[in-house]
Structures are given as structure tokens and as C-alpha cells.
């Protein structure tokens, strides 16, 4: 069973950057886009961006130009580099498949403070 772990979270100030890493447990993950998303409690889970296999990112307007979608085939891991943190960007992060997302992850929590 493929499994999924996201990890690189943490707590910064407004402008601070932090690098999410997203592990694959199975070599699956290098023919298949992988995607970023991040969850406000209470709310739906948001696209934020997302990496084919190829390598092509695209990213949601609210992460274009601050955040990198980037992946490392030979590692099976997925990454998010992300700058320029605003309060607004606090949730939890996840990745996964897309399309046909297989079981999430418990996430990595991001906290951006004012």
C-alpha cells in the first residue's frame, strides 16, 4: 500500500519561508502528477499547486509567485518552497495524486503570525 508523508511545517513570521517535503513510499509517484493542498479547520480542503510527471508546475493564483513546486523522482518526494508567508497561508498541508488521490496524509501544519 502506497502511503504518503508530509513533513517541513512549522511556525514562522509574515515573510518567513519554510520547504514542505512530501514522501512517496512507492516508486508510483514518479509517472504521476502530485499535488499541494492546504486545509483550514472548518473549511474544504484548497488546491494550492501541482507538479506532472514531466515536471510542469501550475500553481493557484494565490500561490503564484511565492511558492515552488519541485520533485525528486529519484527520492519519490515532492516538494513546496514557499516565500513571502502571509497569516492567510496558515493551514494544514497535504499532497497527493491527481487525479484519483489515494488515502491523505496526516499533513504538515504551517502557522504564519503577524
Known amino acids: 500500500q502506497v502511503h504518503l508523508v508530509e513533513s517541513g511545517g512549522g511556525s514562522v513570521q509574515t515573510g518567513g519561508s519554510l520547504r514542505l517535503s512530501c514522501a512517496c513510499s512507492?516508486?508510483?509517484?514518479?509517472?504521476?502528477?502530485m499535488a499541494w493542498y492546504r486545509q483550514v479547520p472548518g473549511k474544504k480542503r484548497d488546491w494550492v499547486a501541482h507538479i506532472s510527471a514531466l515536471g510542469n508546475p501550475t500553481y493557484a493564483a494565490s500561490a503564484k509567485g511565492r511558492f515552488t513546486v519541485s520533485r525528486d523522482n529519484a527520492k519519490n518526494t515532492v516538494y513546496l518552497h514557499m516565500s513571502g508567508l502571509r497569516p492567510l497561508d496558515t493551514a494544514v498541508y497535504y499532497c497527493n495524486f491527481l487525479p484519483f488521490p489515494i488515502s491523505w496524509g496526516q499533513g504538515t501544519q504551517v502557522t504564519v503570525s503577524s
Open positions: 512507492g516508486n508510483i509517484a514518479r509517472n504521476r502528477t
